[in-house]
């Protein structure tokens, strides 16, 4: 490989996703074409390819929608070269899943453009990426892939909405009642969808207009609630992290300084007086 380029690499075991983190210098690649939806974004520098006979040019914040087939190549016109985060999602999972988010049969999917100025696209392939090269829960993992298809919606070629449903407080309430039940199971969307009789991207959406919270956040926040209780009753953090469905104590550590700023540890100790463990 040129000096000063790098490439990262990593395969999510669960749903196969590739996430593909790079920095390339100069020339980077030949044409070539893919057999996954390549959907990413331009984290530095500029990015310049062709694929549809058009020559792109991708700047830092840009999001890129390549779909299977589509013949692209790749240049760094500027001498500090371009960085770029991609997802490679797998046809028949965008198909299936996309025609679960409107409801109806889309046909295979293809997007009016391959460049695209959208804020809320890019965080959410952010999200995304940051969250699949974690030990996350499936509901964690699944609604950050769901933002990612909702956000791609707008970008189809063919665009189609969703019906009111008036089944969704019920639905909402139903799922609250499970999360409480099972706060402590690795649960999913399909799961929570199943219990609540509609589809997820109906679900997470209602769950949140009646609540607040996507279900996901809501599960989360039930942890803590009862991880903070734990803690103050002097269970250790490993031993909490493993009564409440954490896959470790990092991965409690993790949401717990997000939400409360300090450790599990720490609070175990400022509650206590018990010497961190």
């Known amino acids: ?164 449903d008036i089944r969704l407080p019920t639905a909402a309430e139903r799922t609250r009642d499970y999360l409480h039940a099972h706060y402590d199971q690795d649960i999913s969307l399909d799961d929570l969808a199943e219990v609540a009789g509609i589809d997820r991207f109906k679900l997470s959406r209602g769950f949140k207009h009646v609540y607040g919270l996507a279900p996901h956040a809501y599960l989360i926040q039930l942890r803590l609630s009862r991880a903070r209780r734990l803690l103050a009753q002097g269970e250790t953090p490993a031993g909490v992290a493993a009564m409440l469905g954490f896959a470790d104590q990092s991965h409690l550590g993790r949401w717990f300084r997000r939400a409360y700023g300090l450790t599990p540890a720490a609070y175990r100790s400022h509650c206590t007086k018990l010497p961190d463990a």
């Not at 996954?36 to 006979?53: A, D, K, M, P």
């Not at 058009?54 to 840009?62: D, E, F, K, N, Q």
């Not at 995304?128 to 950050?144: C, G, N, S, Y």
Request: one cysteine or more; proline letters at 4%; hydrophobic letters at 40%.
């Open 1 to 164: 490989m040129k000096a000063g380029n790098w490439i990262c690499v990593k395969q999510d075991a669960e749903t196969g996703i590739e996430t593909i983190r790079a920095h390339f210098l100069g020339h980077a690649y030949e044409p070539h074409w893919h057999d996954s939806y390549l959907v990413g974004f331009t984290e530095q520098g500029i990015q310049q390819f062709h694929c549809r006979n058009v020559l792109h040019t991708s700047r830092a914040g840009l999001a890129f929608m390549l779909e299977p087939g589509e013949i692209h190549d790749g240049h760094a016109p500027a001498p500090e070269g371009f960085t770029y985060s991609m997802l490679y999602l797998e046809p028949k999972w965008v198909e299936r899943e996309m025609n679960v988010l409107f409801g109806q049969s889309i046909g295979t999917p293809g997007f009016v453009a391959n460049l695209a100025d959208d804020s809320g696209l890019t965080k959410a392939i952010a999200n995304a990426f940051r969250i699949l090269q974690e030990a996350e829960l499936q509901i964690v993992r699944q609604t950050a892939l769901d933002a990612v298809l909702i956000r791609l919606g707008a970008h189809l070629s063919r665009q189609v909405g969703t019906d009111a």
